[in-house]
């Protein structure tokens, strides 16, 4: 059973939408991670929130951590062909990492 | 500076084979780790090491062992492997505090027959 529950699994948009993802957990994290994974390479850090109730925004991705810090979602405008990857968050508590199973975004032209 | 690396890139191994899967980062970090990715399951945590000469177990440690030969390098071992152990395992490595950044190696493909 994952720690971190990430939906929807597979979205496909075209060019232009926007999009929302989301994580849901029912345990409390010190901070929260979004990663984005291209095929055969490792997951690279997108951005970290910390506080209850933080956006943080990078060009047209959105970040926000819920109040209780349980939850985060990442929202992005005007998607394009490149933001298509594997996108995690990944709860932070202590030493140890706990990653959702990841949302597979496609934008297609 | 390259970061996180992983040996060997992809391997084939018989169902009882061992092996053993090299990590090494330059970060001079203090925490590193190996998951194991699979399709619809995200990346699940194996063994970690939080500082030279410590190792704890993940969520998945069954059928692995893991060595911090030093503040560089972290070994993971298979000692006989299984079918169920075809993945893609990663390497990472961390500095300490909550909002460090997780570097990830580019990942050892593994095929058990």
């Known amino acids: 059973t994952q720690l971190l529950e990430q939906s929807p699994q597979f979205l496909s948009i075209q060019e232009g939408e926007n999009l929302t993802v989301y994580c849901n957990s029912s345990s409390v994290f010190s901070s929260l991670q979004w990663y984005r994974q291209e095929p055969g390479e490792g997951p690279v850090l997108l951005v970290t929130?910390?506080?209850?109730?933080e956006v943080k925004k990078l060009k047209r991705l959105t970040f926000q951590f819920g109040d209780a810090r349980k939850d985060s979602s990442l929202h992005i405008t005007a998607a394009q062909p490149g933001d298509t990857g594997l996108y995690l968050c990944?709860?932070?508590?202590?030493?140890?990492?706990?990653f959702g199973a990841g949302t597979t975004v496609t934008v297609r032209a | 500076n390259a970061g996180v690396t992983q040996t060997p890139k992809f391997q084939v191994l018989k169902t009882g084979q061992s092996m053993t899967l090299q990590c090494a980062q330059d970060m001079n970090h203090n925490s590193m780790y190996w998951y194991r990715q699979d399709p619809g399951m995200g990346l699940r945590l194996i063994y970690y090491?939080?500082?030279?000469?410590?190792?704890d177990k993940g969520e998945v440690p069954n059928g692995y062992n893991v060595s911090r030969l030093n503040k560089r390098e972290f070994s993971l071992r298979l000692e006989s492997a299984a079918p169920s152990q075809t993945s893609v395992y990663f390497c990472?490595?961390?500095?300490?505090?909550?909002?460090?950044?997780?570097?990830f190696g580019p990942g050892t493909r593994l095929l058990v027959l």
């Open positions: 929130v910390v506080t209850g109730g």
């Open positions: 090491s939080a500082s030279e000469g410590t190792t």
């Open positions: 990472a490595s961390r500095g300490g505090g909550d909002q460090e950044t997780q570097y």
């Open positions: 990944a709860g932070v508590k202590g030493y140890k990492l706990s």
